[in-house]
């Protein structure tokens, strides 16, 4: 892979320049001789979100410093730092998260910044798990920001990068626990959906994969956590598997994470895809849309009446659960969500032109985007979705009054005619606090 594209191959960074930092004191440097800066975390957004005019700064070079504090039971680790790592130390040490993504190559702080998220009906996405973040300014200096005692720090967390370069988290961790996955195939949609709450509270974590056109699901992948009572035997009518499947038809399981009902640590069955293997080529796009857990049934109705249109783009879709959280820019804040997430073949501009129509539909049900993803939504038509975004907006502007962060991204789809008519310019917030008066949360709480 070329260093100027993202994991995908569908965008060309614009950077000027990259800089990889080996500490601390370097990317405050780096942070604070850039004009324009912004954060590359994993190279797996889909979009220009991560990209910049100026300098893209990578955090893989810094070592993890995964540090546990087993009285707080927490867990603190550099930004950059892969899932994958941090949860086998984790496992190794006898401790979890709560939650992974279907990939642990993705780096901690480009997940938590893009609220990605996982599944399961009470789990909350990745970001959730965030007590505590240290993030480097724009001038360089360095603030430590804590969950109960910085105002505005649910605001900060799905921060999109706007905010300034997460150098370190710390993240809520509970004890190691086992888990089994069990897939079944071959599901009709219309038993799924006598009772949908009852199939995605079949297990811990519940994803159904499907084409849209097809009267079923072709496959349901269930992780139950292997001290729950009650394990699932059946599921809905379908089939129960007896080898191990990979998503897509016809494709190896090689790289995928232990199935057919074998217990084994979360860290090897919370994801979809082993550490130890690539997921793919990277010859993919992909999208997603999350609509309240309530409009559920009314919106898997719109996307199978899309089916047609949307099978011979695909290469598969999954369907997952999340629970509500009160992180202002996250896709379920305020509300438990159902994800529709589209893993599409490498045809961007066939996408790209089915996107506004598919997005019209689902606009009634409130469809919020992935932000790492591709949608065609501006700041405008996001704005009513997301009732904290105002919010968001003013403290970019507190805490990076320069612009420093801002891309085009942020300004088509975050800042949108806030930003074109002209934001007051206050103080710019400091580690020392100096000239910083209730910052960063001098509004809403």
Same mark, same amino acid.
């Given at each position: 892979?070329?260093?100027?594209?993202?994991?995908?191959?569908?965008?060309?960074?614009?950077?000027?320049?990259? +800089?990889?930092?080996?500490?601390? +004191? @370097?990317?405050?440097?780096?942070?604070? #001789?850039?004009?324009?800066?912004?954060?590359?975390?994993?190279?797996? %957004?889909?979009?220009?979100?991560?990209?910049?005019t100026?300098?893209?700064?990578?955090?893989?070079?810094?070592?993890?410093?995964?540090?546990?504090?087993?009285?707080?039971?927490? $867990?603190?680790?550099s930004?950059?730092?892969?899932?994958?790592?941090?949860?086998?130390?984790?496992?190794?040490?006898?401790?979890a998260?709560h939650?992974?993504?279907s990939?642990?190559?993705?780096?901690? +702080?480009?997940?938590?910044?893009?609220?990605?998220?996982? %599944?399961?009906?009470?789990?909350?996405?990745?970001?959730?798990?965030?007590?505590?973040?240290?993030?480097?300014?724009?001038?360089?200096?360095?603030?430590?920001?804590?969950?109960?005692?910085?105002?505005?720090?649910?605001?900060?967390?799905?921060?999109?990068?706007?905010?300034?370069? $997460?150098?370190?988290?710390?993240?809520?961790?509970?004890?190691?626990?086992?888990?089994?996955?069990?897939?079944?195939?071959?599901?009709?949609?219309?038993? $799924?959906? @006598?009772?949908?709450?009852?199939?995605?509270?079949?297990?811990?974590?519940?994803?159904?994969?499907?084409?849209?056109?097809?009267?079923a $699901?072709?496959?349901?992948?269930?992780? #139950?956590?292997?001290?729950?009572?009650?394990?699932?035997?059946?599921f809905?009518?379908?089939?129960?598997?007896?080898?191990?499947?990979?998503?897509?038809?016809?494709?190896?399981?090689?790289?995928?994470?232990?199935q057919?009902?074998?217990?084994g640590?979360?860290?090897?069955?919370?994801?979809?895809?082993?550490?130890?293997?690539?997921?793919?080529?990277?010859?993919?796009?992909?999208?997603?849309?999350?609509?309240?857990?309530?409009?559920?049934?009314?919106?898997?109705?719109?996307?199978?009446?899309?089916?047609?249109?949307?099978?011979?783009?695909?290469?598969? #879709?999954?369907?997952? %659960?999340?629970? +509500?959280?009160?992180?202002?820019?996250?896709?379920?804040?305020?509300?438990?969500?159902?994800?529709?997430?589209?893993?599409?073949?490498?045809?961007?501009?066939?996408?790209?032109?089915?996107?506004?129509?598919? @997005?019209?539909?689902?606009?009634?049900?409130?469809?919020?985007?992935?932000?790492?993803?591709?949608?065609?939504?501006?700041?405008d038509?996001?704005?009513?979705?997301?009732?904290r975004?105002?919010?968001? !907006?003013?403290?970019?502007?507190?805490?990076d009054? @320069?612009?420093?962060?801002?891309?085009?991204?942020?300004?088509?789809k975050?800042?949108?005619?806030?930003?074109?008519?002209?934001?007051? *310019?206050?103080?710019?917030?400091?580690?020392?606090? !100096?000239?910083?008066? *209730?910052?960063?949360? %001098?509004?809403?709480?």
């Open positions: 892979m070329s260093s100027e594209l993202n994991w995908a191959g569908n965008h060309t960074y614009r950077a000027r320049g990259f +800089a990889y930092p080996r500490s601390i +004191a @370097e990317l405050q440097e780096v942070t604070a #001789s850039a004009p324009k800066l912004r954060a590359l975390g994993s190279r797996h %957004s889909f979009n220009d979100l991560a990209d910049s100026g300098t893209l700064v990578s955090l893989e070079k810094l070592e993890p410093g995964i540090s546990i504090d087993e009285t707080a039971r927490t $867990v603190s680790v930004g950059g730092t892969r899932y994958g790592v941090l949860a086998g130390e984790l496992q190794r040490s006898g401790y998260l939650n992974l993504a990939l642990p190559h993705i780096s901690v +702080a480009g997940a938590v910044a893009t609220a990605t998220h996982g %599944s399961g009906d009470t789990n909350g996405n990745l970001a959730t798990a965030v007590v505590g973040m240290d993030l480097v300014l724009a001038s360089g200096e360095l603030l430590p920001v804590q969950r109960g005692s910085t105002a505005d720090f649910d605001g900060m967390v799905v921060g999109l990068g706007a905010l300034g370069i $997460v150098s370190r988290l710390t993240l809520r961790i509970e004890p190691a626990f086992d888990v089994r996955q069990d897939v079944f195939t071959n599901i009709p949609w219309t038993t $799924v959906l @006598e009772d949908f709450d009852a199939a995605t509270s079949a297990a811990y974590s519940v994803s159904l994969f499907t084409d849209w056109r097809s009267d $699901v072709s496959q349901a992948w269930l992780k #139950s956590r292997a001290d729950a009572p009650g394990l699932r035997t059946e809905f009518g379908g089939t129960p598997a007896h080898a191990a499947l990979h998503p897509l038809p016809g494709i190896s399981a090689e790289n995928c994470t232990e057919l009902g074998i217990p640590p979360w860290s090897n069955r919370l994801a979809h895809f082993r550490m130890g293997f690539f997921p793919s080529s990277g010859q993919e796009l992909q999208t997603e849309y999350l609509v309240p857990r309530e409009h559920a049934g009314e919106a898997i109705t719109v996307m199978r009446s899309f089916g047609d249109r949307l099978a011979p783009l695909l290469q598969v #879709s999954e369907v997952r %659960s999340m629970a +509500a959280d009160r992180l202002w820019l996250s896709s379920s804040y305020e509300r438990a969500s159902i994800g529709f997430h589209l893993t599409w073949k490498p045809e961007q501009a066939a996408v790209e032109a089915l996107l506004p129509e598919l @997005e019209t539909a689902l606009a009634p049900l409130s469809a919020r985007p992935h932000w790492g993803k591709l949608f065609a939504a501006e700041a038509a996001l704005e009513p979705r997301y009732p975004l105002s919010d968001f !907006r003013a403290l970019a502007e507190r805490m009054p @320069e612009h420093k962060f801002r891309n085009d991204f942020l300004e088509r975050v800042f949108g005619r806030a930003s074109r008519r002209g934001a007051l *310019n206050p103080p710019a917030i400091s580690a020392s606090g !100096r000239a910083t008066a *209730n910052v960063p949360g %001098s509004g809403a709480g």
